[in-house]
């Protein structure tokens, strides 16, 4: 099984290194259903991997001018303040409801990385005003505390839209601010959680080997299919978290119910039929491409 986890936790740095976000929606299914953590050790140590392996990939993208050490300090100092809030707060709050809020977040996140980023304006990088840095860092920074989730992906729109920076900055800069925030996070669950730091050095060991690959990977592979399959990923993992937490007896009459099958069929058709009418948009008309002399 050790090895099934280690494999993993090389894929939570290769998404921390192409997309600036994703590895802790990874890490913590990981340690509860492959290592068999409880949910609130899984967070924490999650918050430790993700910190370290985001930390660590803040270097290849670093070399590559990729980072704006101003804008992320800034963003991550505001962060801290959430995340070593919501850390705190976790000790006061059963472990399933945190696993529950941990699967709604990642089907959240699964929504957004399908539905892409916008564009980061065309324009003169500026730096953030400080008092969207404050309320942006200190929301995204409490959600990051209390479920170990919801960083890169939160972050990175915030960077791009807000401050202007190009998207392959933003991503490098939100590796920057997600290990601060990560790591106050950490700091407010040492309180009431005991981390197995064995364990938790192995899969960071693992995610940072992961994480530099993916570093190098960046802006080499098409980010967008890239993306939307690892989203449509991060839907299925969402949906099975969400689905342990809930009794037996209710599961069985869920899945039995003719609704949620005719729910399921028309979603599919409409997603299908959505899929289609994108590719003839993109299909050029054959007719159209036919230039005639006079």
Do not use: C
Not at 137 to 157: E, N, Q, R, S
Not at 234 to 250: A, N, R
Not at 268 to 290: N, Q
């Amino acid at each position: 099984m050790i090895t099934v986890v280690i494999a993993a936790s090389l894929l939570i740095g290769v998404s921390l290194g192409i997309l600036g976000g994703g590895g802790s929606i990874l890490t913590v299914p990981i340690l509860v259903y492959l290592a068999g953590m409880e949910a609130k050790q899984a967070i924490a140590t999650s918050l430790f991997v993700v910190g370290v392996t985001s930390a660590a990939g803040v270097v290849s993208h670093a070399r590559a001018g990729r980072v704006r050490w101003r804008t992320g300090l800034l963003f991550g100092l505001a962060g801290m303040t959430g995340a070593y809030g919501g850390g705190r707060m976790a000790e006061f709050i059963p472990g399933n409801v945190l696993l529950i809020a941990f699967g709604a977040m990642m089907v959240v996140t699964a929504i957004a990385m399908i539905r892409g980023r916008k564009q980061a304006p065309k324009k003169v990088h500026h730096e953030l005003p400080v008092a969207h840095v404050l309320l942006d860092g200190i929301v995204v920074g409490l959600v990051t505390g209390l479920v170990g989730a919801g960083g890169g992906f939160l972050v990175v729109p915030a960077l791009a839209l807000l401050g202007g920076l190009p998207m392959s900055v933003a991503v490098g800069t939100s590796l920057l601010v997600i290990s601060m925030k990560s790591f106050a996070g950490l700091a407010g669950y040492l309180s009431s959680v005991h981390i197995d730091w064995g364990l938790a050095g192995i899969v960071t060991i693992a995610a940072v080997v992961g994480g530099l690959v993916g570093g190098r990977l960046a802006g080499r592979i098409p980010q967008d299919a890239l993306r939307k399959s690892f989203g449509w990923f991060v839907v299925t993992m969402g949906v099975f978290v969400l689905g342990q937490q809930i009794s037996p007896e209710i599961r069985s009459t869920v899945l039995t119910h003719p609704a949620t099958w005719a729910l399921a069929a028309t979603t599919t058709a409409l997603l299908l039929g959505r899929y289609l009418r994108g590719r003839s948009r993109r299909t050029p008309d054959p007719a159209a491409s036919v230039s005639t002399r006079p």
